[in-house]
């Protein structure tokens, strides 16, 4: 009798057990509407959180503080939803620099941020602020995210340099970047994060919301003062650290040429780029600085950004279609143009485009790739950071592709006369006709 009293409950519980996994066994053979039914609302259900922005933002935060907290190997590489996996070009030693323990700077805590907003970034061109000084430790800063590879940096680092530029704040830039950007380009002269004069207490923002959060501080500061047109007091209050990868294209392009005269590859980098166009033109006899013809360069965007755009974008990949209808752009305006073509994938790029006066090059680094790209007359990019940042470096009119696909909005708000959609679909139609090259 002990014994049976000690174990009733036991038996009891396994009972129950056993009584629900033989209801929930038979429920799809009995009830298979419903559970159709059920399985029809869960698909809506994605759909409906697929499709709204605040959840989504939140899923996006967890996923970036999860990110954050993940060991240093991990965070160098793709550690945002903004951030593509630049080209295997990015691969190169030449953009791979060692991070000591010391360099790196622990995660910020995670608070709510700001909803990625889609509109145009706005600008006061007639508007001056004074700069902050920079040795001002007690005046707060913004810190840049050096997440990525060389595409996603320099992006980073222009995008962080017209907050200075535009508004006046101090800003930072962690030892890594500034390691990693000083081994191939001059003047990297944004300072470095130190503890001194850089206190670790920060907030966490999108890029996106750090702007509005300096135009808008701006606005108000411009209705306080007599002289419209400067502002003198400091429009930040406490120190910001920017987690995403930022790359807005719009306003990059608004403020191309300061951006070339701040990132400029070194000697050796520039020389080696030069050689290996000098190399692929010469059956034309012909030599970067001994030419009759523009030169265009194309990249071409292939291997791993097939799935990225697939996922983010609901994106097929580039074919044949955009590059020949660029190509003929650029014929149109230009007298007997050569087209020079870096890619991750060769092959293809020569089975489907090589012709009389489109020349596939051999691949180099990264770095060398990118200076070649921006040593161009003029551009054809695909998608991606590495492919835009190239052309951005570089001189004369861009061309981007466009199709029916309105979930890729990253161009979106580029209004600039160099820069121009070429159609990617047979059945989508762009009229190009009023563009003239200048």
Request: with cysteine; proline share 6%; net charge positive.
């Amino acid at each position: 009798m002990k014994v049976f009293q000690l174990t009733r409950p036991f038996i009891i519980l396994s009972g129950s057990v056993f009584i629900l996994i033989m209801f929930y066994a038979s429920y799809p053979m009995s009830h298979p509407q419903i559970l159709q039914q059920q399985i029809d609302d869960t698909k809506k259900d994605d759909r409906l959180h697929e499709d709204n922005p605040k959840l989504k933002n939140i899923l996006d935060t967890i996923k970036r503080y999860l990110q954050e907290q993940a060991p240093i190997s991990k965070i160098l590489q793709d550690n945002s939803s903004e951030a593509d996996p630049d080209d295997v070009h990015d691969l190169s030693p030449d953009d791979i620099f060692d991070l000591s323990p010391a360099d790196w700077r622990p995660p910020p805590s995670m608070i709510p941020v700001t909803t990625n907003t889609e509109e145009c970034l706005p600008q006061m061109k007639d508007l001056r602020v004074q700069p902050v000084n920079e040795q001002d430790c007690d005046q707060p800063y913004v810190l840049m995210n050096h997440g990525g590879r060389l595409g996603n940096k320099l992006c980073q680092y222009a995008s962080l340099y017209l907050l200075r530029h535009l508004y006046g704040v101090r800003v930072a830039i962690t030892k890594y970047m500034q390691s990693n950007l000083r081994g191939v380009m001059k003047d990297i002269s944004l300072p470095a994060h130190e503890a001194g004069c850089f206190p670790s207490n920060t907030t966490n923002l999108r890029y996106d919301a750090m702007y509005m959060k300096l135009y808008t501080a701006a606005k108000e500061a411009r209705l306080g003062t007599t002289n419209k047109n400067l502002i003198t007091t400091p429009l930040l209050n406490q120190s910001y650290y920017v987690f995403n990868n930022p790359g807005p294209r719009a306003l990059l392009m608004d403020h191309r040429d300061l951006l070339r005269s701040i990132l400029r590859f070194k000697d050796e980098v520039i020389s080696k780029a030069i050689g290996n166009i000098d190399k692929a033109i010469k059956p034309y006899n012909a030599t970067y600085y001994r030419r009759d013809f523009p030169i265009v360069t194309v990249h071409v965007r292939r291997s791993d950004y097939t799935g990225y755009i697939r996922g983010k974008f609901n994106l097929t990949q580039l074919d044949e279609v955009y590059f020949k209808r660029a190509f003929d752009f650029y014929k149109k305006r230009l007298n007997g143009p050569m087209f020079l073509v870096l890619s991750d994938d060769l092959a293809w790029c020569r089975m489907n485009l090589a012709t009389q006066d489109v020349v596939v090059m051999d691949g180099a680094t990264a770095t060398v790739d990118m200076a070649t790209i921006s040593l161009g007359d003029h551009h054809i990019t695909s998608y991606g950071t590495y492919s835009f940042t190239g052309a951005l470096l570089g001189h004369g009119h861009i061309t981007h592709p466009i199709g029916h696909n309105r979930r890729y909005k990253l161009v979106d708000c580029v209004r600039s006369p160099y820069f121009h959609y070429i159609s990617r679909d047979k059945t989508y139609v762009i009229d190009n006709s009023h563009v003239k090259l200048v």
